[in-house]
C-alpha cells in the first residue's frame, strides 16, 4: 500500500510592526498578542493531528508560531532555511504606493519586471526551494504528518508551482491568510491534493507586514 503523508505549510501568525514596514528577512520581528493566540488556535487545531515533526523558517515569528504545536506534541522544532522568507529589495520600508519607498525615482528601476520579480528573490527561486523544504519535510515524517511554518508569499509561490499556475499574480488576491494551514497531501512521493483551511480566521492580504 502506497504511504500517504500530509504536509501542513502553516503561514506565520500576525507580527508586531507599529510602522508598518516591509520587515522581510530582517532580524527582530515578533509576533504581536494577537499573533501569540494565532498561533495557539493552530495548535489547539492540530491537538489529535498525527504529527511526526515541526519544521520551521528560521526568522522568529515562524519559530514562535511553531513553538505551541511542537510543545502539545512534545517535539523539537526542525529548522530549514528552505522556508525562509523572500528575499526582496525593500526590506526595511514602508511600500504602499503613493506612501513611502516607491514614490522614490531611484527604486523604480526595481520595478522593470514584476513577472520575474525584478525588486527581489526570482519566483521559480522561491517555489523550488520551498519544494525542496516540502519533501525533506515529507520523508522526516513519512506516513504521518508534518507541520512546516514559512511565510506568506513562499507558501502561495509554491501551490501556484504545484497546482501548474503562472508564479506571477496579484499580491492582493493571495489565499494565504495569517495563521492559514495549505496543506499538500502525498501518496508516496507523489501530490495528490492540496487543501486550504483558516483555523485562526481570514486575514487581510493587502495589509503590509502581517
Not at 514602508?94 to 516607491?102: E, F, I, Q, S, T
Not at 517555489?127 to 508569499?153: D, N
Request: with cysteine; glycine share 8%; hydrophobic share 40%.
Amino acid at each position: 500500500m502506497t504511504e500517504r503523508t500530509i504536509v501542513h505549510l502553516l503561514r506565520h501568525g500576525e507580527v508586531h510592526n507599529p510602522e508598518k514596514i516591509l520587515y522581510g528577512r530582517l532580524p527582530g520581528f515578533r509576533l504581536s498578542t494577537r499573533g501569540e493566540r494565532q498561533a495557539e488556535i493552530v495548535a489547539e487545531h492540530l491537538a489529535d493531528a498525527d504529527l511526526a515533526a515541526v519544521v520551521a523558517s528560521p526568522l522568529e515569528r515562524a519559530q514562535q508560531t511553531a513553538a505551541p504545536t511542537a510543545k502539545r506534541h512534545g517535539l523539537e522544532i526542525v529548522t530549514d532555511e528552505g522556508l525562509i522568507e523572500a528575499d526582496n529589495a525593500f526590506e526595511g520600508q514602508r511600500v504602499a504606493v503613493g506612501d513611502g519607498a516607491l514614490r522614490s525615482p531611484k527604486h523604480w528601476p526595481l520595478l522593470r519586471n514584476p513577472f520575474r520579480p525584478s525588486w527581489g528573490e526570482p519566483y521559480r527561486q522561491i517555489a523550488e526551494r520551498m519544494l525542496a523544504a516540502v519533501h525533506r519535510a515529507r520523508e522526516l515524517g513519512a506516513g504521518h504528518e508534518v507541520l512546516c511554518v514559512s511565510h506568506q508569499l513562499p507558501i502561495w509561490t509554491l501551490r501556484r508551482y504545484v497546482t501548474g499556475q503562472k508564479l506571477w499574480h496579484d499580491p492582493r488576491r493571495r489565499q494565504c491568510a495569517l495563521a492559514s494551514l495549505t496543506s499538500l497531501v502525498f501518496e508516496g512521493t507523489e501530490l495528490k491534493q492540496v487543501r486550504y483551511s483558516e483555523p485562526a480566521g481570514s486575514s487581510d492580504p493587502r495589509v503590509t507586514g502581517a
